[in-house]
């Protein structure tokens, strides 16, 4: 569990320093009212993707197992369908 939380610790850390970047354009240095704009959308982007991966990587991690154990409880199911169909053909041939 150490591995995840410290990957999303980078995550998180790399997130606010892109949005703390986003900042610099924010000030009475830039003039061009387009570059606030473009860097306001921009920092919306990154806050929301911020919020969406971090939550998403926990998400699908916690399911992964059960993910499995229902894929291989489907593909069990579906080998026993064809076993059944095959034996009753069998025994379909054999009485012909």
Do not use: C
């Amino acid at each position: 569990m150490d591995r995840d939380y410290n990957t999303l610790q980078v995550i998180n850390e790399i997130s606010y320093l892109l949005t703390s970047f986003h900042l610099i354009v924010f000030t009475d240095y830039n003039p061009d009212v387009e570059a606030k704009l473009l860097a306001g959308w921009s920092m919306i982007f990154f806050s929301i993707a911020n919020l969406v991966w971090p939550n998403l990587i926990i998400l699908v991690r916690g399911m992964w197992p059960e993910i499995k154990e229902a894929l291989a409880k489907k593909k069990k199911t579906k080998e026993e369908i064809e076993e059944e169909e095959m034996s009753s053909e069998f025994f379909e041939n054999k009485r012909q």
